[in-house]
T-cell receptor, first 117, second 114 residues
Framework: GAVVSQHPSWVICKSGTSVKIECRSL??????MFWYRQFPKQSLMLMAT?????????EQGVEKDKFLINHASLTLSTLTVTSAHPEDSSFYIC?????????????FGPGTRLTVL | GDSVTQMEGPVTLSEEAFLTINCTYT??????LFWYVQYPGEGLQLLLKATKADDKGSNKGFEATYRKETTSFHLEKGSVQVSDSAVYFCALSDRRTSGSRLTFGEGTQLTVNP
């Protein structure tokens, strides 16, 4: 149990376009989802925390208008990188946490590699 | 605020060698401690965890003991394999002060040679 998927696993886009990344909890209801960004050979940086049905809470320095997060259901959260630029190229990882005790920790997705040309 | 410090990498070992990756933490509350592993091109997988002082987490031959007196959670394995090559992250979560968010260390790259 506790499987989290991300789609797509990798994406290449042109500068100025928008890219949507999906994060799904496949076998549990995720009341909270987290979005991280990871640069090569670096640790994970938390971008935002989203609770189902409410607005995401962004970390300091993360532009909420550039990284749009929607957590519309208990199994799906999306991250949209708007007007992407080469500096947005990174590995984006989501995690999900449920309410039930067996899911009351963060379970991570496999990540999405974004390359902006 | 909370923080995690890991030993700097990269670490290169021969197969069957003993592994230690040091991790120390700073927290105002009573955190849970975790080790995550990240294989190339993949997301993070929980390797082991400990939720209170003196707890020992173990999985796949890896062990770590929650030491409150030294604020440490060092990862050990008696005999590493080539398949253990990955990046290892130490992390903490303190529900009472930071909700369910995780604070990660910098990560330690481990390479095991045959």
């Amino acid at each position: 149990g506790a499987v989290v998927s991300q789609h797509p696993s990798w994406v290449i886009c042109k500068s100025g376009t928008s890219v949507k990344i999906e994060c799904r909890s496949l076998d549990f209801q995720a009341t909270t989802m987290f979005w991280y960004r990871q640069f090569p050979k670096q640790s994970l940086m938390l971008m935002a925390t989203s609770n189902e049905g409410s607005k995401a809470t962004y970390e300091q320095g993360v532009e909420k208008d550039k990284f749009l997060i929607n957590h519309a259901s208990l199994t799906l959260s999306t991250l949209t990188v708007t007007s992407a630029h080469p500096e947005d190229s990174s590995f984006y990882i989501c995690s999900a946490r449920g309410l039930a005790s067996s899911y009351n920790e963060q379970f991570f997705g496999p990540g999405t590699r974004l390359t902006v040309l | 605020g909370d923080s995690v410090t890991q030993m700097e990498g990269p670490v290169t070992l021969s197969e069957e060698a003993f592994l230690t990756i040091n991790c120390t933490y700073t927290a105002t509350g009573y955190p849970s401690l975790f080790w995550y592993v990240q294989y190339p091109g993949e997301g993070l997988q929980l390797l082991l965890k400990a939720t209170k002082a003196d707890d020992k987490g173990s999985n796949k031959g890896f062990e770590a003991t929650y030491r409150k007196e030294t604020t440490s959670f060092h990862l050990e394995k008696g005999s590493v394999q080539v398949s253990d090559s990955a990046v290892y992250f130490c992390a903490l979560s303190d529900r009472r002060t930071s909700g369910s968010r995780l604070t990660f260390g910098e990560g330690t790259q481990l390479t095991v040679n045959p």
